[in-house]
């Protein structure tokens, strides 16, 4: 038979199977929702904007010109608009992803390989500070150590010890390297236990029956071993440094220590946004950077031995050191959860800024009427209907997230696991990981860029509560993606397509087969996806306004206005949220299993 | 009538040929084993006949009626071709009772609420589940949910049966009964069935007739006695039968006295002839068609016992001769001593002989 009858055999029959049609159609959307953005924002750097005309007279708008670049990389302003934010953005990162990969993997140890007191309790609340918004730290670490000078109040500190935190010690660089430590570190700490318990012990008793002493072990047999895991959790967290906002802005802004994700803030709001979105562009390729880093390292060397089957490592007794650590590892998480939680509970009880005693305790903030004395008047968040618009507006977005991304990570699963060996499912597989490369600000920047326009008959975008739902779906799909393709390999095909022998169709085997068995592992993915979209602030920020605000834009927009009370209450809503979300992702993970 | 037929059916994934054009019949209610060691090609034809993988070429027709024509461009859907199919892992979904799970099908073809209740009820208490229809099926044993999968298979009454190495993953004990039950079914259903295994044991007790494949390419189609007796080539003779069948690699030589197939010191008259240039000729004997005897007689050659394998109601003998070792199987306890001098003789009736380069059969035919 001639060769194009058999192509075009092959093509007609293909389209007679639904995961090919509904790769290509994932296909369609992945490229509708990351690549062709991501082509606008690189286009909008290249061409001059109506915002121009303050800045250059040459300026044409839509005209090309690599104006914009030379403005950031080589021009007077480059070194404040450019190269300081890149510099201290980077010095953050590595700062933060050392002391928490420190924190991280000494804390795993002690758990997983030690006599430690209290280890379940302590391995129970080591995870919080992952669940928390990453700014928490932020807000709490502002009401203790901000001075009156330049935070307007002052904080806990100047308030016992009567005298005003330095700048250094309230904002800036150290601060955010602590805080954002605090709240990383569980990254390090899963990777690494996961990594410690899947050791096979039979590798370091072989070491001990030589007679190698325990130190010894621990160095030459131990460490080796989980490096690339150690590794693999420095070159993440500093990826996930390099791209959040909230923190540097909260604790850097107020001292004008901008990292490169605060100026694309201040950039967009600034109305130069090609600006912006080089910067944007220069933390994709960081980023593309490291997770390509990542791959090499530890594609070449994932020696981890998951060979020991559940054989339990004898613990290391710790000595007269068992409770000194035992205080490291709970005055970690009392730094981390506890102390900062309390903080900002305590700051929303407190009628006056400043005056931390008992008699200027007051639930005015929470439930208190509007008072035009008080925050101009503004009642307390549970009977403030801008509040409660933005507690249902979050809601009603991370379900509405969760749903779609829990059900596009299902269609993709299916897509690709069918589809296995073709040129199609690999690329929808690559594909589905690309939102990962591009960190949250910088995501949100894209879609700044194409949804403020009117693309041929559809309407901007920009203002909808549409495009929320869009960017924090484009964004949690890699992780979605993942967890569709591995609960669907788990489904052996067979289960499926002893449906297709009875002649159900597509929709029927979905809904009464594939969804059915798929949801227990979705469950879980659902609830991650909700807290994850309820916390969210440095993807969205660029894209919210006032009609579509949520809770993360409404902390926001009072810790610019100064009302630490209502920030602080709006946060510690959003971690009940978080944290009962949480539980019940735990419950439901151990029910998950049929 | 032929109520499979396959012509010139091509299946390629990637580079690899799975199945290289084929063409096969399978008659009305006839028990067919498609077998042959994996990755053969064999679950690839029988996934093409169910409609699970469609071909590169070709064209396949169920009762008459073409499902599939490369040529025409023509796919008939698995539910439309009225075939059941019981996979190697059962498939059987592990959130449905086992009552659910049979009435599936039924409820697809819409069928009245109170008559699937009957039907599924008779088809379970036909496989002796009616006590577990209640249950899940990861609550029962590999048998049962084995038995499920058939049931399954069985309630919407396909005029074809398939099924994709039922037994494997069952233990030797519970693969016998099903053995049974699977004869059972075909016999009462009198359905035509294909049915995919690498177990020859199984394809030669139960099927009517046997096609062995290797490499995507269809070797030999027969009953099974012929396919034991009469190997089409050198790999089918190599494949069937355990302990493996005896070669022995020789030539056709003309002699005033006739024509004889001779291989060091054993020299065999033969009454056929072969063309010039193709006189390397291998010699296949089976275990059973080779008789030791401690005197030379005519036509024996010597050997020395190599070692002796009690295997329950039989025993392997195994004689090194000629250079190489032969495999005998004898039926009452022998006598020999290791390493001691002993005659082969091969049951002249019972060689097999095949053209050594191309494999083809050559006599008897």
């Known amino acids: 038979m001639m060769r194009s009858t058999l192509i075009l055999n092959r093509l007609r029959f293909a389209f007679t199977r639904p995961h090919f049609v509904i790769g290509i159609l994932l296909l369609i959307l992945l490229t509708v929702l990351v690549v062709i953005p991501f082509l606008y924002m690189v286009h909008d750097t290249m061409v001059w904007q109506e915002g121009d005309r ?85 807000l709490a670490w502002l009401d203790f150590f901000k001075n009156d000078r330049i935070g307007g109040s002052m904080g806990l500190f100047q308030f016992l010890l009567g005298y005003q935190p330095p700048d250094w010690l309230a904002y800036g660089f150290v601060p955010i390297v602590i805080t954002l430590s605090l709240h990383y570190y ?34 030459r047999i131990t460490f080796p071993i989980v490096l690339p895991a150690i ?43 090609a600006v912006a979105y080089i910067s944007a562009l220069s933390l994709i390729l960081i980023s593309i950077v490291i997770v390509y880093a990542n ?50 509970l305590w700051q929303t009880l407190m009628l006056y800024p400043n005056d931390y005693s008992l008699g200027n305790l007051t639930l005015h903030y929470w439930v208190g009427k509007s008072n035009p004395a008080l925050a101009e008047g503004e009642s307390g968040i549970l009977r403030n209907l801008q509040i409660l618009g933005a507690a249902w507006n979050s809601i009603k977005l991370s379900v509405i997230v969760a749903v779609l991304t829990g059900l596009i990570g299902v269609l993709i699963g299916y897509a690709v696991v069918k589809g296995r060996g073709s040129k199609l499912s690999s690329l929808l597989e690559q594909q589905s990981f690309l939102p990962y490369l591009i960190p949250s600000i910088a995501f949100g920047a894209i879609y700044l860029s194409l949804f403020t326009r009117k693309i041929g008959p559809l309407p901007a975008l920009y203002g909808t509560f549409f495009l929320l739902v869009l960017v924090c ?42 969804l059915p068995l798929t949801l227990a592992g979705s469950l879980s993915g659902f609830i991650l996806t909700f807290i994850a979209t309820m916390r969210e602030l440095s993807l969205i920020i660029l894209l919210v306004t006032p009609e579509t605000r949520t809770l993360t834009s409404m902390t926001f927009r009072y810790v610019e206005q100064g009302y630490s009370q209502f920030a602080d209450a709006i946060i510690v809503l959003i971690v009940i949220l978080v944290v009962g979300g949480e539980f019940a992702a735990r419950r439901m993970g151990k029910r998950e299993m049929i | 009538m032929a109520w ?46 169910a409609g699970l993988e469609i071909p590169d070429q070709g064209e396949i027709r169920i009762g008459g009626k073409k499902v599939f024509s490369s040529r025409e461009g023509l796919f008939v859907p698995p539910g439309k071709r009225g075939v059941g199919l019981v996979f190697q892992s059962y498939a059987l979904w592990p959130h449905m009772t086992v009552f659910e799970n049979v009435a599936f099908g039924l409820q697809i073809q819409k069928v009245r609420g109170a008559t699937i209740r009957e039907r599924v009820m008779t088809v379970l208490r036909y496989m002796h589940l009616e006590e577990m229809a209640q249950r899940y099926p990861q609550e029962m044993s590999g048998g049962q949910q084995q038995r499920v999968a058939l049931a399954r298979m069985l309630v919407t009454s396909p005029a074809i049966l398939l099924m994709d190495e039922p037994l494997s993953n069952l233990d030797a004990k519970l693969r016998m009964e099903m053995r049974a039950e699977i004869k059972r079914i075909h016999r009462e259903s009198k359905a035509t069935t294909v049915y995919v295994t690498h177990d020859q044991t199984e394809a030669l007790t139960l099927s009517t007739w046997v096609a062995v494949m290797d490499k995507g390419i269809l070797q030999q189609v027969d009953p099974p006695q012929k396919v ?107 006598s020999f001593e290791i390493g001691e001098k002993v005659y082969l003789h091969f049951l002249r009736d019972q060689i097999i002989f095949y053209d050594r380069e191309r494999g083809n059969l050559i006599y008897p035919i």
Request: aromatic share 12%; charged share 20%; glycine share 8%.
């Open chain 1, 54 to 138: 303050r800045i250059s007279r040459e300026a044409n708008p839509g005209a090309l010109t690599f104006f914009h670049y030379k403005r950031v990389f080589s021009s007077p302003l480059s070194l404040n608009i450019f190269y300081k934010p890149l510099l201290r953005s980077l010095a953050t990162s590595l700062a933060i992803s050392f002391l928490a990969v420190a924190l991280g993997s000494l804390l795993a140890w002690l758990l997983v390989r030690t006599d430690i007191p209290l280890r379940k309790t302590i391995a129970v609340f080591a995870v919080i500070p992952y669940v928390l918004p990453s700014y928490t730290l932020a």
């Open chain 1, 186 to 219: 569980p990254f390090a700490y899963l990777l690494l236990s996961g990594a410690l318990v899947s050791i096979d012990s039979h590798l370091e008793e072989s070491a001990e029956v030589l007679g190698a002493p325990r130190p010894t072990i621990l160095r």
């Open chain 1, 231 to 273: 590794i693999s959790s420095l070159i993440l967290t500093f990826s996930r440094a390099l791209g959040t906002f909230g923190t540097p802005y909260f604790l850097g802004a107020p001292v004008r220590y901008f990292t490169l994700a605060t100026t694309i803030y201040s950039n967009i709001s600034n109305r130069t946004s």
């Open chain 1, 295 to 344: 791959q090499k390292i530890i594609g070449s060397r994932s020696f981890v031995t998951i060979g020991g089957k559940g054989f339990r490592p004898r613990l290391t007794p710790l000595g007269r050191w068992r409770y000194p650590a035992f205080f490291f590892a709970a005055s970690l998480i009392f730094l981390a959860v506890f102390i900062p939680l309390s903080l900002l």
């Open chain 1, 473 to 514: 779906v484009a964004k949690n799909l890699p992780f979605s993606a993942r967890s569709g393709i591995s609960s669907m390999l788990q489904i052996a095909g067979e289960l499926e397509e002893a449906a297709v022998m009875v002649g159900a169709s597509w929709f029927c085997r979905f809904r009464k087969i594939i």
């Open chain 2, 4 to 49: 499979i037929e396959l012509e010139g059916v091509t299946k390629r994934f990637g580079s690899v040929v799975a199945v290289n054009d084929l063409n096969l019949q399978v008659e009305e209610g006839a028990f067919l084993t498609l077998l042959g060691p994996s990755g053969c090609g064999k679950t690839t034809v029988l996934r093409m006949i």
């Open chain 2, 228 to 334: 034991y007796k009469r190997p089409a080539n050198l790999f089918v003779a190599d494949f069937i039968g355990s302990p493996t069948i005896n070669f022995m690699t020789g030539e056709i030589v003309q002699r005033e006295e006739g024509a004889f197939f001779e291989a060091g010191a054993l020299r065999l008259p033969v009454t056929f002839k072969v063309k010039d240039g193709s006189k390397g000729v291998t010699a296949a004997v089976r275990p059973e068609a080779i008789r030791i005897s401690r005197t030379k007689g005519e036509h024996g050659f010597e050997g020395e016992i190599y070692s002796v394998l009690p295997a329950g109601a039989e025993w392997i003998i195994q004689v090194k001769g000629e250079g190489k070792i032969f495999n005998i199987r004898e039926v009452s306890e022998p």
